[in-house]
């Protein structure tokens, strides 16, 4: 599965000096202070362009119910009125795959393959969200591999909202039951296959999301595999960070 990735590039113009990464923020009506956090930082942050790299919203049933009032397109309006004064993109994870060019074109956005090489300041950045190469977890990456097929998801979408809706509740229910299981063991990003990607994309540095787990990993040879945060701010201590790139490298920043 990870053999041989096609690695999108997004060349950075020479105006941006700084890039905003953020990651898993699994936004959700039910948890408005992170909600509220996001909004702030959007209407707030200097940065010259703002990747999302994947997990934005803890499920998305599909760009259509963006289109009625409520926490999707109090979401989707928030998206296009950043989209309006920087550049924003976005790549999908493991709980908002959904997220289609419907749903970009109204709100401004990019979509982005994973992985993707950014060219900023004469480095290369290698992106991901970070699943596919948890390679342990041989489970998730089978149901991975079905619902990214346009025929699952067309038949998903197919469905109606509300039942969509009531399908998304029953895997968040099983996924959390499976977190609060204490025999459960949480696969980590494969070391083998984060350098061979990175040798392949002729960077030193991955960046990536989806384990929850935000640190510095040193791979050797000079690689390196920086983890983003997830978003929690009604955790304690809250959580609410990004990762800036700038010609100074790569700064963590706290929101909260």
């Given at each position: 599965m990870t053999a041989n990735?096609?690695?999108?590039?997004l060349i950075a113009p020479p105006a941006w000096r700084t890039v905003d990464l953020i990651s898993d923020l699994h936004l959700q009506a039910g948890e408005p202070a992170t909600f509220e956090a996001w909004r702030g930082y959007l209407e707030t942050t200097p940065a010259d362009a703002l990747i999302i790299l994947g997990d934005l919203f803890e499920v998305w049933v599909g760009d259509d119910a963006a289109a009625l009032p409520g926490f999707e397109a109090d979401c989707a309006e928030l998206l296009r009125r950043t989209a309006a004064r920087l550049p924003v993109y976005f790549m999908h994870g493991n709980r908002d795959f959904l997220v289609g060019p419907p749903l970009a074109e109204r709100c401004g956005f990019t979509l982005l393959g994973d992985p993707t090489v950014l060219v900023l300041h004469g480095e290369r950045w290698l992106l991901s969200h970070g699943d596919i190469l948890c390679l342990d977890d041989t489970?998730?990456?089978?149901f991975r591999a079905q619902v990214r097929t346009p025929e699952w998801?067309?038949?998903?979408?197919?469905?109606?909202?509300?039942?969509?809706?009531?399908?998304?509740?029953s895997m968040r229910t099983q996924s959390e039951d499976r977190k609060r299981d204490p025999s459960a063991v949480w696969a980590d990003v494969d070391g083998d296959a984060a350098r061979e990607w990175l040798r392949q994309a002729r960077a030193s540095?991955?960046?990536?999301?989806?384990?929850h787990r935000p640190a510095d990993h040193d791979l050797g040879d000079g690689l390196r595999r920086m983890v983003l945060s997830d978003w929690d701010v009604a955790a304690h201590p809250p959580r609410a960070q990004l990762l800036c790139l700038s010609p100074a490298g790569a700064q963590r920043v706290d929101l909260r």
């Open positions: 990735p096609t690695f999108q590039e489970d998730y990456l089978r998801q067309a038949a998903f979408l197919a469905r109606p909202l509300a039942e969509r809706r009531a399908l998304a509740r540095t991955l960046v990536h999301g989806h384990t």
